[in-house]
């Protein structure tokens, strides 16, 4: 089963313009993290937010976690061309005491096309 | 260069045959991890493994194997039962065991003829 669920789907943008992607899950977990994936390409990890942080900054990337709400977004500013490429969520997920499996699960992913 | 190494990238089968993927890693991490990956969909766990000689079913193992004889290496055989293999494979690995982030190869693309 799929844990995240990403929205939207696809974005599409011009440069300079802010993109926002949501992500949400089922399950408790201990971190949230964010990948992006060029076309036909293995994922690069962007940004890992723990379950008691609320926000994380890196770069142009601001990353949100609310556990209430069972949900995350990935906020990219001034975007760019470059940006173009498909975004996923993933999560780790625990048990009910907290201990986690080792077991990552991804969402469906957002497709970004950033316009030069 | 330190890394996760798939081979082939590209590997074309024939129904009915057993195909084994390669996955090396030289980053002496502990946990690995494959993902099928459908066309215009998200990752979905086949197998992890977070120990050597120890490895768990992810969402999706029917019709997959896998071993875990040596730290840096986790190879997956795609059997005659998975019904629908054509799909991009992606090994993974991270140091932690329970956290941390992925580092992934550059997949495998598996087509069945």
């Known amino acids: 089963s799929q844990q995240g669920e990403e929205d939207p789907q696809a974005l599409s943008i011009q440069e300079g313009e802010n993109a926002t992607m949501n992500c949400s899950y089922k399950?408790?977990?201990?971190?949230l993290q964010w990948y992006r994936q060029n076309s036909g390409r293995g994922l690069v990890h962007l940004i890992l937010i723990r379950s008691n942080e609320r926000e994380k900054h890196s770069g142009r990337l601001r990353v949100t976690l609310d556990t209430s709400k069972k949900s995350s977004s990935l906020l990219i500013t001034a975007s760019r061309a470059a940006d173009t490429a498909s975004y996923f969520c993933a999560t780790d997920e625990v048990d009910a005491g907290g201990t986690s499996y080792g077991k990552l699960t991804f969402g469906q992913g957002t497709i970004l096309t950033v316009h030069p | 260069d330190g890394g996760i190494t798939q081979s082939p990238k590209y590997l074309f089968r024939k129904e009915g045959q057993n195909v084994t993927l390669s996955c090396e890693q030289n980053l002496n991490h502990d946990a690995m991890y494959w993902y099928r990956q459908d066309p215009g969909q998200g990752l979905r766990l086949i197998y992890y493994?977070?120990?050597?000689?120890?490895?768990q079913k992810g969402d999706i193992a029917e019709g997959y194997s896998v071993s875990r004889e040596k730290k840096e290496s986790f190879p997956l055989t795609v059997t005659s039962a998975q019904k629908n293999p054509t799909a991009f494979y992606l090994c993974a690995s991270r140091t932690g065991r329970f956290t941390g982030e992925l580092f992934f190869g550059e997949g495998s693309r598996l087509t069945v003829l």
């Open positions: 399950t408790s977990i201990n971190n």
């Open positions: 493994s977070q120990i050597v000689n120890d490895f």
